[in-house]
């Protein structure tokens, strides 16, 4: 079967059973955004850039998190209510997750983008740069779920997620940081490989 097409199959299954019993509706949508927007801006974007198979197969991972996410709200997944009281914790750790993950896949994407667009070449200056791109983008979408919190009131709690810890903010900031750095070292050699593929 055609990688596309069992990309597509994942993902609308993904968001079929995400929508399909959500906790709220609001909070849903919220949540669900940026995964709902994925499918259209890679569309219209395969012919003009089509991305390498490493990317495509992130950017899906990270729907997927956003799903579940979604479905149940990211201070009640099902899985991490269990791994909490394993651990001892009163916190559901699934938006570490979604915040790691917010690191982890924008910087290969980010490193893609730049290679690709000959703004940097090959070595230290692009891993750095990649890595300031994730910790933009991870403040700004803090900013985001703070205007969002300031607009709505109590119908964002869900979708801000801190369950009480004060330093939620920074702590998500941090982890989209340490899944950045992880990016890198784990994926940068077969990032390359792809990369002189789609350049050769």
Not at 18 to 47: C, G, H, N, Q, Y
Request: contains cysteine; aromatic residues 16%; proline residues 4%.
């Amino acid at each position: 079967m055609n990688n596309k097409i069992i990309w597509i199959t994942i993902y609308l299954v993904a968001i079929a059973w995400s929508v399909s019993a959500p906790k709220d509706m609001f909070t849903w949508w919220l949540e669900a955004i940026p995964a709902l927007l994925a499918l259209p801006i890679l569309f219209f974007t395969r012919k003009r850039f089509p991305l390498t198979p490493l990317a495509y197969g992130l950017i899906l991972f990270h729907c997927i998190v956003l799903l579940v996410g979604a479905r149940f709200t990211y201070a009640e997944v099902p899985w991490f209510d269990w791994l909490a009281e394993v651990m001892g914790s009163e916190r559901n750790n699934y938006d570490k997750v979604g915040h790691f993950t917010q690191g982890f896949v924008p910087v290969i994407l980010a490193r893609e983008v730049m290679l690709r667009n000959g703004v940097l070449q090959v070595g230290a200056w692009c891993q750095f740069l990649s890595i300031c791109f994730v910790l933009a983008f991870s403040a700004f979408y803090e900013l985001i779920e703070w205007w969002v919190a300031a607009a709505t009131g109590e119908d964002a709690d869900a979708f801000l997620g801190t369950q009480g810890y004060v330093w939620d903010t920074q702590s998500d900031m941090f982890l989209a940081l340490i899944g950045g750095c992880c990016g890198l070292l784990l994926l940068t050699k077969r990032h390359n490989r792809q990369l002189q593929r789609i350049i050769s």
